[in-house]
């Protein structure tokens, strides 16, 4: 392994710019002549506009434009669309209803835009707003996505009737009901996943920018896949043509999910920005982006896993309700069942599933993946089965679970995916190593004797990642390919551009793509940088969503770099005056074998754009090669997380005071960076379980609406963390990667819940479990230890 | 318009603002020092702390007007040249950033502790001074091992300094 190579902890390239402030995040940019816009939104949750007047905020101070739903409709710019098209069992079409950037005629959840003002500073955009009068015929509005299908519950869209989107189901129901008839024992459960603002630092933004001479428009935003925003706003919305957009994703500041999507206001500043003449910016406030930014999980599920002798799983079922919230997000279908239901084997052999999913429109902001996406909610259903049910049965949990894993390889699941490596067992043994799962009976009797609960919950989780063998989803209704792309530039100096399809925003790929060309071509780190995130300059690329950018976007550039290789040598041959078939290329070295004849890679690379020792008829001049990579199958991570508590009985506040991951990613690239997205994974999973929720009252107001009341993690809520790996390389892609950035959050709510419950001996928790709810669960569990 | 006056990285500026321009709008819009950054609406998040007169401040929380004749200090004042400042060094180091963008506020944050706690930090007094910034990347393992780091290369700095 070299310094800068694969497997090396390379500190990052990009980290220079962010730690001396010169990050260039969308709101640091401004464009000469940049108008401000601030976006107007419904008040309420559900209600009719039957009017706008906006003559008295388009003369106020500094407004260029005031425009509304009406204005859009108008110029017949398109709706916000769902790329994922999901069947209903029985045959029908998923019911998308129409989603215009600012809503026309009707608002459907508090936060919902209805009107725009532009004008020359936010300031007075923001005055003349309130000059806006909007008529509003307030209806009633539902929120709980078990409610929302009720007779008499409040219809959001005609096209949906019972508010229901699609009602989907996956697996084989009468193996099921025959392995439950036949069952020893059966575990039940209610589980509420509870809803979540992804919440990245930096929040969205936008800038639109019209050039009347050329008819281009530009736009700057913080998205997560740029190419996929352009295909959309170009095809769809119909903004303009694809080859008259570009699209800009500068530094993003975070993304978990929620910059893949396509919203309604980086449409509406393109659009803006062409009726003013001016360039057009947004910058989401933090209190907007609670309303406005897509939210994530919020499934409501009953779950039930059949036992047959001696702790062995015969079956699964499972019905859930999905809140999709007021209107189909981008991928918001794909979440609560491709990437849901597929996942509920867990780590097991589970010979039959059953999995019937609901999903509904309520009057709340759109639901879409948050990261993990789907993943979390599966994991989080089938590892809390698995606790529950081993102390039902009164066996070790551990046991439990090693009876049921999968142990050979390939291995079908009854849910679609074919798991193709992994060493479960391993994982498992090393985490309980390092967590002192021996030492756990001691420290819980030392824990009593001060008066506190002490609890140890495990999570043994599998996800899939490295999404995805293009045919195989377009079957399952993805409306897009999901392969990636790469070209590597060597420059006549032999320095070297890689411009990637993936977008890092955060993750640190202008290091570990460094790190994988460095190792090929043996050229120093330095010697590479990476271009992503700008359509003009990459040709096309599908993003950075689902843990792909490693296992599909490496392996693109894995493709490239074989075809710059090939070409090199055939120009090292004619350099050498050797056979192309004797040229042997090491260490950045081209050598004719079995002579003392050599030339280093800089050579080649000059004497490939010179072109004098070979003719046009020979070989083009040049030196850059591109490449298509689409995975043959998933890549399946999986691990083994362990956390342990403290809870106070009195209060029911709860302490984690160790957290062990061992995962299995296949090969690693980079293992700091890999290590610090399992940290931060972990953070999210640790929010989700114990502080964070969205909650909307009965009327659809948001009562979770910034940073006071929605509880995000801070550094005292989580202990230091123990992470360690094992690895089986993944044998679908050419580096055996596959992919981190999901794991933590994945494998972390149901460690905690596990733990908890140990703790307090109920299993009567829902997320998130606040100190409140511990305590009333202690309490209902012991109205006997209350009344002492 | 009112006028202010205040001195920023070290230079004088001077300038008209509108009576409720913050001090974050002031340093981002009318200074170009975009490396102070808006994460929240309600002070919560740390990604705009400054230093005022040598103490940590939330640049989100002041009107520029109230900054009158002080001394700030963004993040783009800490390196010297091409030398980074040591707690930006072990925030590179100890891999203590992903996205970046909560970065300078948590390094101006660490700055602003090590004078006022010493540079030996054990990891509970860093998580608890942590309470007032939010990140969402890094799960704030690294970034409190960063700390602890910078504040001891802060020490050496200071001690080779004073040998000078
Ligand atoms: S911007 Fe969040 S605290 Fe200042
Ligand atoms: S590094 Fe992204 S918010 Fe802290």
Redesign the pocket.
């Known amino acids: 392994m070299s310094a800068t190579g694969i497997g090396a902890a390379v500190r990052r390239k990009e980290d220079y710019r962010f730690i001396t402030g010169k990050g260039q995040y969308t709101d640091d940019i401004s464009r000469p002549g940049q108008t401000h816009i601030h976006f107007l939104r419904s008040p309420h949750a559900h209600a009719k506009i039957t009017s706008i007047d906006t003559a008295s905020a388009k003369t106020m101070p500094g407004v260029l434009a005031v425009l509304t739903g009406a204005d859009l409709a108008g110029d017949k710019i398109g709706n916000l669309i769902c790329g994922w098209m999901i069947h209903s069992k029985d045959g029908t079409p998923m019911k998308m209803a129409p989603h215009p950037a600012i809503a026309h005629g009707k608002a459907c959840y508090a936060g919902d835009p209805v009107a725009v003002v532009i004008a020359e500073t936010l300031g007075q955009a923001r005055d003349a707003a309130e000059k806006i009068e909007v008529d509003y015929e307030v209806l009633p509005a539902v929120v709980d996505p078990a409610k929302t299908q009720e007779a008499g519950a409040p219809q959001i869209h005609e096209v949906a009737p019972q508010n229901t989107i699609f009602q989907w189901h996956l697996g084989e129901a009468a193996a099921v009901d025959a392995a439950f008839a036949s069952a020893k024992h059966v575990t039940k459960l209610d589980i509420v996943n509870n809803r979540l603002v992804p919440n990245a ?1 930096e929040p969205r933004a936008a800038i639109g920018e019209y050039d009347s001479g050329t008819q281009n428009f530009t736009l700057w935003n913080t998205t997560q896949n740029p190419h996929v925003a352009r295909l959309v706003i170009a095809a769809f919305v119909g903004m303009a043509p694809e080859h008259k957009l570009r699209v800009i994703a500068p530094d993003v ?2 993304g978990f999910g929620s910059k893949i999507f396509i919203y309604p206001e980086e449409v509406v500043c393109l659009w803006a920005s062409k009726k003013v003449g001016r360039p057009v910016k947004w910058v989401c406030e933090r209190a907007e982006a609670f309303l406005a930014d897509a939210h994530g999980r919020d499934h409501v599920t009953h779950a039930e896993l059949a036992f047959g002798e001696g702790g062995k799983m015969t079956a699964l079922r499972a019905k859930t309700i999905a809140n999709l919230g007021a209107y189909m997000s981008t991928f918001s279908s794909s979440i609560p069942t491709y990437l849901y239901a597929t996942l509920l084997s867990g780590q097991y052999d589970l010979p039959a599933i059953y999995c019937e999913v609901d999903a509904v429109y309520t009057n709340t902001v759109p639901v879409d993946a948050y990261r993990g996406a789907g993943r979390p909610e599966a994991t989080f259903v089938v590892e809390r089965l698995v606790e529950v049910a081993a102390r039902e049965l009164h066996m070790d949990p551990v046991e439990l679970r090693r009876k049921n894993f999968v142990k050979s390889f390939p291995h079908q699941t009854p849910v679609i995916m074919n798991y193709d490596v992994g060493d479960y067992d391993a994982s498992m043994r090393k985490a309980m190593e390092i967590a002192d799962v021996n030492g756990f009976a001691a420290r819980r009797r030392e824990a009593e004797k001060r008066g506190k609960l002490r609890g140890l919950g495990y999570s043994t989780y599998i996800e899939a990642c490295g999404i995805a063998p293009s045919q195989a989803v377009g079957s399952l209704g993805a409306g897009v390919g999901l392969w990636e792309s790469a070209e590597v530039r060597v420059n006549p100096t032999g320095s070297v551009e890689v411009l990637t399809g993936s977008h890092s925003h ?1 993750q640190g790929h202008e290091t570990t793509f460094a790190q994988l060309v460095s190792e090929r071509l043996g050229i120093p780190i330095e010697n590479v940088s990476i271009v992503h995130g700008d359509t003009d300059k990459v040709q096309f690329g599908m993003g950075t969503y689902g843990s792909r950018s490693g296992a599909v976007g490496m392996s693109a550039i894995v493709k490239a770099l074989e075809k710059v290789e090939a070409k090199a040598k055939k120009v090292a041959s004619h350099l050498m005056e050797a056979a192309e078939s004797d040229i042997v290329f090491k260490d950045g070295q081209f050598t004719v074998a079995g002579t003392d004849k050599s030339a280093a890679w800089a050579d080649v690379a000059l004497h490939a754009y010179i072109a004098h020792k070979f003719t046009g008829a020979q070989l083009e001049p040049g030196l850059k090669e591109g490449a298509f990579y689409d995975p043959t199958n998933f890549t399946f991570p999986a691990g083994c997380h362990i956390c342990e508590v403290e809870i106070d009985p009195e209060t029911g506040s709860t302490t984690i005071v160790g957290w062990t991951a061992v995962d299995d990613f296949g090969t690693i690239i980079n293992p700091m960076i890999v290590e610090g997205q399992v940290h931060g994974g972990i953070a999210q999973g640790v929010g989700q379980a114990l502080m964070e929720n969205a909650v909307y009252d009965k009327d659809g107001q948001l009562m979770s609406g910034s940073f006071m009341d929605y509880s995000m993690p801070r550094a005292e809520n989580l202990p230091p963390l123990k992470i360690d790996t094992t690895v089986t390389p993944c044998p679908g892609n050419p580096l055996g990667i596959k992919g981190c950035g999901e794991a933590g959050a994945i494998a972390a709510p149901a460690a905690v819940i596990n733990a908890i419950t140990d703790a307090i001996r109920t299993e009567n928790l829902a997320m998130p479990a606040t100190a409140p709810a511990v305590w009333a669960a202690v309490r209902a569990a012991a109205p006997a230890l209350a009344a002492e | 318009m009112p006028r202010v006056s205040l001195t920023v990285n070290g230079k004088a500026v001077t300038a008209d603002v509108e009576s409720r321009t913050l001090l974050v709008q002031f340093l981002r819009e009318n200074l170009r020092l975009t490396g102070t950054h808006v994460g929240c609406d309600t002070s919560q998040c740390g990604c705009c702390v400054v230093h005022v007169d040598g103490r940590a401040v939330k640049s989100c929380t002041i009107l520029v007007q109230q900054a009158e004749g002080a001394d700030v200090k963004t993040i783009e004042s800490l390196a010297v040249g091409d030398t980074l400042h040591p707690m930006q060094e072990a925030f590179r180091q100890n891999h203590g ?7 300078p506020g948590m390094i101006m944050t660490a700055v602003d502790l090590v004078a006022r706690k010493g540079h030996d930090l054990d990891d509970k007094t860093i998580r608890e001074e942590l309470e007032g910034n939010l ?4 799960g704030y393992h690294n970034i409190v091992k960063s700390i602890a780091a910078g504040a001891k290369a802060m020490a050496a700095t200071t001690t080779a300094q004073a040998a000078e």
Do not use: A, I, P, V
């Not at chain 2, 990140?135 to 890094?138: A, D, G, V, W, Y």
């Open positions: 630092m500041g975070g955060g | 950033l992903q996205c970046g963008f909560c970065t990140c969402r990347c890094t």
